[in-house]
């Protein structure tokens, strides 16, 4: 009886609610308190959280339902990455770990490869645009201009740039198919990766004005670029154009 007296003032009994919530609130989200299977999710915007409770809901009837097995890690990546290709920024792209290590592999200027060069600034034309000499791609007879449709069987129209390269890109003496276009027709070529020793920055001297292209970014591009412009400054150069084109 004397502590119902105690907190019969409802400005009381309101304001132990509220530190018992606080509580309770701060102990979960500090990690201090957790449940099964539970997670506390911080962002600015209602609307996205709203998204996500009923992406939630969305994934437990298909987990429940669904006729086939789920790989749930696979929807994820998928999600996250429609997510970045929705904001509308050219230049946001997300990498799943092994999608990122093979691209990060890539930029070593000494790989095992086929001898092209690609523009993928339009994924649904990813054209060759160079050919390198004494290379996989140069013996079969791949030409620049022809467009790549398929490596081995699966269709890469429309995907990224970096994510097309690393699938040309692996062991050397591994074998992969390339499926091109050429005027209107499939031609399908088996190659044998080989090292390729690429060289990422060329360069000339046009009537005193320094032209240097650098075809992709490798851990060799830095050298090679001061090289080039070493070598235009000492021939006098009163200007200089850097060329990025296809670079992706």
């Known amino acids: 009886m004397n502590l119902l007296k105690k907190y019969s003032n409802p400005i009381k009994w309101i304001t132990l609610l509220i530190l018992t919530n606080a509580l309770s609130i701060y102990l979960f989200t500090s990690g201090w308190l957790r449940f099964p299977n539970t997670a506390v999710i911080y962002n600015s915007s209602p609307e996205f959280l709203e998204e996500v409770v ?17 790989d749930n ?8 990455k429609t997510m970045f290709d929705n904001i509308g920024d050219d230049y946001a792209e997300y990498y799943p770990t092994a999608e990122y290590e093979e691209m990060v592999s890539s930029y070593s200027n000494t790989f095992g490869g086929i001898g092209v060069l690609i523009d993928g600034t339009d994924p649904n034309n990813i054209l060759i645009t160079d050919i390198i000499e ?3 791609a ?13 490596i081995n069987d699966e269709n890469v129209v429309g995907q990224d740039l970096d994510l097309v ?10 074998e992969v198919k390339i499926t091109v276009e050429r005027d ?17 920055v060329s ?4 009537d005193g004005i320094g032209y240097i292209y650098i075809s992709s970014f490798g851990s060799g591009t830095p050298t090679q670029f001061k090289e080039q412009l070493d070598k235009l400054l000492g021939e ?3 200007g200089l154009v850097i060329d990025l084109r296809y670079n992706g």
Not at 73 to 80: D, V
Not at 165 to 174: A, C, D, P, Y
Not at 203 to 206: S, T, V
């Open 54 to 70: 009923k992406l939630n809901q969305l994934n437990n009837i298909i987990n429940k339902r669904s006729l086939n097995k789920v």
């Open 73 to 80: 890690r696979a929807l994820g990546e998928t999600l996250i």
């Open 134 to 136: 004494n290379t996989p």
């Open 138 to 150: 140069a013996t079969a007879g791949i030409k620049g201009g022809d467009k790549i449709i398929k």
């Open 165 to 174: 390269v690393s699938k040309t890109r692996g062991e050397i003496g591994s």
């Open 184 to 200: 209107g027709k499939e031609i399908d070529f088996k190659l044998k990766r080989a090292q390729i020793d690429s060289s990422t």
């Open 203 to 206: 360069g000339e001297n046009l």
């Open 236 to 238: 006098g150069i009163t």
